[in-house]
C-alpha cells in the first residue's frame, strides 16, 4: 500500500512547496527572501527535532554522518543559491532553470553514481514536465537573462537533486520523520548566520508570524517528511520528476488566490506539465502491481 501511495505523496509535497509563494506574498514588505529561507528551515526542522527528542526516538547509534551533513548542506545551499537566481534573473527565469534542471540532474547522479539510467517513461514525463514549466512561466514577465543569476538556478537545482539523491540513502535504515528533524536542524544551524545580516522584526508581526509557521511546518517540515516516505520507494529521479508539481500549485494559487492572469500557453504548459506527472505516477503504479505479483505464492 505504501509503495502505491509513494508517487502521491511527493506529489503532495511537492503541492505544499508551492504554497511558499503564495505565502511570501503575504508576508511583510521587509521579509528578506534569503531570511525567509533560513527561517522556513529553522521552523521546518527544530520544532519537529524537539518533538522527536521528547519522543524518545532519536537514536544516533549507526547514524550515518556523512550522508546526513551532506544532505544538510545541500539543502542549506538551496535557500540562499534559489532566492538569489529569482533576484537576479526574475521569478520566471529562476524557477524554471532551477526546478527544471533537477529531473535532469537527478537522472545524470543516478546515471554516474549508481550505473543506473532512467527508463524511457521517465524521459518522456520529464520532458514534457520541463517543457510545461517553461511555458508556465515563459509570459509571466520580462525576461532578464543574468549569467550569473543562471549559475546559481543551475546551482540550486543541482543542490535539490543532490538532497534527494542523499535523503535517498536514509530513508533506507532510518525513519523519516528523524531524517528531517536532524537534516533540517542541522541546515538551519549552517544558514543561522544570516539571520543576523538582515532584519528579522518582521516575524514578530501577525502576518509574519502565521507566514513563518506556514512556511516552516506545512511547507518544509510537514512537506519534507512526506517526500522522505515517498523516497522509501521511489528514485531520486522519478521523485524530482514529480516535484514539478510544486510550479504547477504556485501558477494556480497565483490565478485563484492572487488573481494573476494565465496566458493560453500557460494554461498549455499546465496540461502538458499534468500528463507527465500523470505517465510517473502510472508507471508507478504498473510497477507496484508488478512487484505484488512477484511476491504472491504460486497457486498450486
Not at 85 to 95: E, H, L, N, S, Y
Not at 199 to 220: K, M, P, Q, R, Y
Not at 224 to 247: D, K, N, R
Request: with cysteine; glycine share 10%.
Amino acid at each position: 500500500m505504501q509503495e502505491k501511495l509513494a508517487p502521491f505523496l511527493v506529489l503532495l509535497a511537492a503541492i505544499l512547496w508551492g504554497t511558499t509563494g503564495t505565502a511570501q506574498a503575504l508576508a511583510p514588505e521587509a521579509a528578506h527572501p534569503v531570511v525567509i529561507g533560513a527561517v522556513r528551515l529553522a521552523l521546518g526542522g527544530i520544532p519537529i527535532f524537539m518533538i522527536v527528542l521528547l519522543l524518545g526516538k532519536l537514536n544516533l547509534r549507526h547514524w550515518p554522518i556523512k550522508e546526513t551533513f551532506l544532505a544538510a548542506l545541500y539543502m542549506a545551499c538551496y535557500q540562499p543559491l534559489f532566492f538569489s537566481a529569482v533576484t537576479m534573473t526574475g521569478v520566471a527565469i529562476g524557477t524554471v532553470i532551477a526546478i527544471g534542471s533537477a529531473p535532469i540532474l537527478s537522472g545524470m547522479i543516478e546515471w554516474v553514481f549508481l550505473k543506473k539510467s532512467p527508463g524511457r517513461v521517465w524521459w518522456y514525463s520529464t520532458v514534457l514536465s520541463v517543457i510545461g514549466c517553461l511555458m508556465i512561466f515563459v509570459n509571466k514577465e520580462s525576461m532578464n537573462v543574468d549569467p550569473y543569476g543562471i549559475v546559481m538556478a543551475l546551482g540550486a537545482g543541482l543542490s535539490f537533486a543532490s538532497y534527494t539523491f542523499v535523503s535517498g540513502k536514509l530513508v533506507g535504515r532510518h525513519s523519516p520523520i528523524v531524517i528531517v528533524a536532524v537534516v533540517f536542524s542541522i541546515s538551519a544551524i549552517i544558514l543561522s548566520p544570516l539571520l543576523f545580516l538582515y532584519d528579522i522584526s518582521w516575524i514578530t508581526e501577525g502576518n509574519g508570524f502565521a507566514v513563518s509557521l506556514h512556511l516552516g511546518i506545512v511547507a518544509t517540515g510537514f512537506a519534507y517528511f512526506l517526500f522522505a516516505i515517498g523516497l522509501i520507494h521511489l528514485p531520486s529521479s522519478t521523485a524530482v520528476t514529480l516535484s514539478l508539481g510544486e510550479p504547477l500549485t504556485a501558477a494556480l494559487l497565483g490565478v485563484f488566490l492572487i488573481g494573476e492572469h494565465l496566458a493560453l500557453t500557460s494554461w498549455i504548459g499546465i496540461g502538458l506539465l499534468l500528463i507527465g506527472i500523470g505517465m510517473l505516477i502510472l508507471k508507478s503504479e504498473e510497477r507496484s502491481i508488478d512487484a505484488e505479483k512477484g511476491a504472491r505464492p504460486p497457486v498450486r
